[in-house]
């Protein structure tokens, strides 16, 4: 247990004094040079990146495992280190034109899609076109249209005026119809439609800017597909290549097209499998009450053989919780126990849309109405520009989401015990970035549960080769590390359960 038994034999309990000063010995554990130990090996470039799915996932999530059993975590899935789940993994599917000649489409240059298609064809006998694909008051393209179960052809963007300006808004900023394909494509499917056919004439520009993500693959949670819904494609000149000399540009609301034939797509996904690694503190008088501390230890892999090593996103947060478990194992092996559970889980799936800590909620391994809080911690050891004259802070994103009371609770330990800065600019529900909906706590607060993101913001390393150990802050780790430290003991400690008090109807 390394530190565990050298920190036993120079002090006992017996010299502690008081819970502050029992708070600040085992608080004072969560140190720099432990920080930089663990993350030195989860952000090697012999864990290949972490990617979900893959052999540097798995080596993370056992180097974990092995940790928590050393520092004699009780497991936190029955008997069991690990949740595992199944995962899908999403290469772009075969494409094929069946129409006059049958023609095989390069993805993404001439075509490309947007989320999993399933094996189909797709007949195109009858393409209807529909404007813009808007239902608004000012643009009306489905009006008299009856689209059930037909494919729709609609243009990217939406309508400008003479003046040059956006109709929906009378002037240079666009409405949510050009922003997202989203509204469009809701109601298109709303409308019966079977596919969704959007024409853009930069089709060839659009691919290259984005061409190394739409290569990548894809990773979602296994779900039995009961319903296929209507695909949304996007394609090219090649489209208008095949309407004899006609443009799309040209044609009017209602025109229907008939190509004689169909386009194609052949799944090319595997099965695969990840985990979510859990260690567990039993508490002293309310055990069946939980509070859960996370972090996701996955991050994006490789390209070919540039490693991205993720150590601020999030090896930051993961080695972070490694450190506050054992701080915690240390204070209930001297008899300190928590009154209530503390669940530590480092999550994978994060950069793949939250898929560990949603598959954690929707499978809890305890009753979810029985956790109390969640305290999450993705990227805590870079300084972004707007603090770089004072590191000691953090963001504190959605303490007083659910509960005003969690905010209240978190600046009181600072005030006492970490002294840092607490930005709030996150919680802004302007903020553009939507930060509060972007880490693994967001599923725990779907779920009424208060939550506290802990960040440092972005900086120039984000999601790039370049986010690496020697370029991390370890002293403002550990002090964020003890801030949470202090606030987990007084929420797994307290008389009171947290007030659900700001609940939004």
């Known amino acids: 247990m390394k530190k565990f038994l050298i920190v036993l034999l120079a002090a006992a309990p017996g010299f502690l004094v008081g819970q502050k000063s029992i708070k600040e010995f085992y608080a004072k554990d969560i140190n720099a040079l432990s920080l930089k130990e663990h993350l030195e090996i989860l952000a090697s470039d012999s864990l290949e990146g972490r990617e979900t799915g893959m052999e540097g996932q798995r080596m993370a999530a056992d180097y974990i495992q092995r940790y928590f059993e050393e520092i004699s975590l009780k497991p936190g899935n029955g008997n069991s280190y690990f949740q595992y789940f199944d995962i899908d993994l999403l290469k772009p599917a075969t494409v094929t034109l069946n129409v006059a000649d049958t023609v095989s489409l390069n993805f993404p240059d001439e075509i490309f899609y947007l989320g999993n298609v399933a094996d189909q064809e797709i007949d195109f006998k009858e393409l209807v076109f529909c404007?813009?694909?808007?239902?608004?008051?000012?643009?009306k393209d489905y009006d008299g249209l009856d689209v059930e179960g037909k494919v729709v052809l609609i243009l990217n963007g939406e309508p400008k005026n003479e003046q040059g300006n956006f109709v929906l808004t009378g002037n240079a900023r666009n409405s949510k119809w050009g922003r997202s394909p989203v509204s469009k494509i809701q109601l298109a499917r709303e409308k019966g439609a079977k596919a969704i056919v959007e024409y853009n004439a930069n089709l060839g520009s659009v691919a290259a800017l984005y061409k190394r993500y739409?290569?990548?693959?894809?990773?979602?949670?296994?779900?039995?597909?009961?319903?296929?819904?209507?695909?949304?494609?996007?394609?090219?000149?090649?489209l208008e290549g095949l309407l004899s000399g006609k443009s799309i540009v040209s044609l009017n609301n209602g025109d229907v097209i008939d190509l004689s034939g169909g386009i194609s797509f052949v799944n090319n996904s595997t099965k695969g499998q990840s985990s979510n690694v859990l260690g567990v503190i039993e508490g002293s008088e309310y055990p069946d009450q939980f509070l859960v501390i996370t972090a996701h230890y996955d991050h994006i892999g490789k390209n070919d053989s540039l490693v991205f090593n993720g150590a601020d996103d999030d090896g930051s947060g993961t080695v972070t919780v490694m450190e506050l478990a054992e701080s915690f194992q240390k204070a209930?092996?001297?008899?300190?126990?928590?009154?209530?559970?503390?669940?530590?889980?480092?999550?994978?799936?994060?950069?793949?849309?939250?898929?560990?800590?949603?598959?954690?909620?929707?499978?809890?391994?305890?009753?979810?109405?029985?956790?109390?809080?969640?305290?999450?911690?993705?990227?805590?050891?870079?300084?972004?520009?707007?603090?770089?004259?004072?590191?000691?802070?953090?963001?504190?994103?959605?303490?007083?989401?659910?509960?005003?009371?969690?905010?209240?609770?978190?600046?009181?330990?600072?005030?006492?015990?970490?002294?840092?800065?607490?930005?709030?600019?996150?919680?802004?529900?302007?903020?553009?970035?939507?930060?509060?909906?972007?880490?693994?706590?967001?599923?725990?607060?779907?779920?009424?549960?208060?939550?506290?993101?802990?960040?440092?913001?972005?900086h120039e390393d984000y999601h790039k080769a370049t986010d690496t150990v020697e370029k991390i802050n370890f002293d403002k780790m550990a002090k964020i590390g003890r801030l949470i430290f202090h606030t987990a003991w007084e929420l797994a400690n307290r008389d009171e359960l947290l007030p659900l008090d700001m609940l939004k109807d």
């Open 131 to 139: 404007g813009y694909g808007i239902e608004d008051s000012l643009v």
């Open 214 to 238: 739409l290569m990548r693959t894809r990773v979602s949670l296994s779900k039995e597909i009961t319903e296929v819904e209507a695909p949304y494609i996007i394609v090219g000149d090649t």
């Open 332 to 458: 209930a092996y001297d008899g300190y126990k928590p009154k209530r559970s503390i669940l530590f889980m480092l999550v994978s799936g994060e950069e793949k849309g939250l898929l560990g800590s949603e598959y954690f909620t929707d499978n809890p391994t305890m009753d979810l109405g029985n956790v109390i809080a969640n305290l999450n911690i993705d990227m805590v050891g870079r300084v972004d520009k707007e603090h770089e004259n004072n590191p000691d802070y953090v963001y504190v994103i959605g303490s007083e989401m659910l509960s005003s009371e969690l905010k209240t609770i978190s600046e009181k330990q600072n005030k006492k015990f970490g002294k840092l800065e607490l930005n709030y600019r996150y919680d802004d529900p302007n903020d553009p970035n939507r930060f509060y909906y972007r880490s693994d706590h967001y599923n725990f607060a779907k779920n009424n549960i208060p939550v506290i993101f802990y960040f440092n913001g972005t």
